[in-house]
């Protein structure tokens, strides 16, 4: 009979739009747990074929110990990075650490192959050193110093944390935007992954700010997505690279945005999303609202259409044929003036009139719909 440790999350999930979701460990907690094998295997000299590893989120973990090489001097093993239901890149992956020891007390945490370098600043962690985040440092030196004195070892420990696929993953991730060179990043504030989890995309977009910020940038543009993105790189001279995507969380931005110091955004988004920003909808997922057509066939009977128009809007499918409609009729430009008045009352009052505004709004098919008055203002003051 064959037994099969669990990793101690059989009954941790989430639900989400009806569906249960399988939680995670974060890469965090895979170089923490690799971490304490190793120096348990170095110190205690015996293999080890799992290990338990208390997250900061309260869920212990037991986890499989892979691919153990031993020296005199020092242990190398891995743990593989579990994502649970969250669509992670680095989903698979397998965490390695190297513990050695050394004569200098303390534990110090370097990183190997595969695992990023800082270049640029506004970052956790300072310009050169390796994207190893605050918490799974802690994480990996409370393991090991408990480790240490439960052995009874008076000497250090020296951990290289790496990954053998890093680099070649972190090409599909946030990271060469974000300055981080040569492989993944080692994150975690729980230890746990929450699949879909809008607080790490949130937490993104945060870093993102914060990193413009303290690189002198305090007057940024932002988009929802990729239409946003491509609309700019058409049509005006900023720096595609320093562009921010927000995906739907409009408010959250702007709230992060104020607080870290921004001083003027401009958003150039699509009529799409920004339609429900006219109705005070400041998070555009469609979970969460629609009114896309209510909110256009509203504006639309302001500026003057007749019934039978205002009735064809309200049974169209996208905004793009509402648009489509409104020209037809000869309303277009007078909607969209309301709707831009509409959409710089709800942005400037989620920031207080702490953060100057301007949004250029599109569609695929009609191109600029129009810019709110203090787009020249904004714009002058953002670097190309």
Known sequence: MISIMKNGLENQYIIKDNKKLR????????AAAASKAAALMLLAEADIAYVSLMTPKGIKLHLEVLDIEKTTDSVSCAIEKDAGDDPDVTDKLWIYAKVSKREQTGIEITGGKGVGVVTKPGLEQQVGSPAINKVPRQMITEELEQVCRKSGYQGGLLVEISVPEGEKTAERTFNPRLGIMGGISILGTTGIVEPMSEAALLASIRVELKQQVQTGHK??????GNYGREFLRENFPFDLKAAIKCSNFVGDTIDMAVELGVENILFVAHIGKFIK?????MNTHSRNADARMEILCANAAV???DADVLQKIMNAVTT???LRLLKKAGYLEQ???LVLQKVQFYLEKRSYGKCKIAVVMFSNEQGELGRTGDF???AGKIQC
């Open 376 to 378: 020249e203002e904004v």
């Open 23 to 30: 939680m995670g460990y974060t890469t965090g907690s895979c």
């Open 303 to 305: 500026a003057g259409a």
């Open 277 to 281: 920003v006219a109705g005070g909808i």
């Open 219 to 224: 007057s940024l543009v932002i988009t929802p």
């Open 335 to 337: 909607t969209m003036e």
């Open 320 to 322: 793009e044929e509402g």
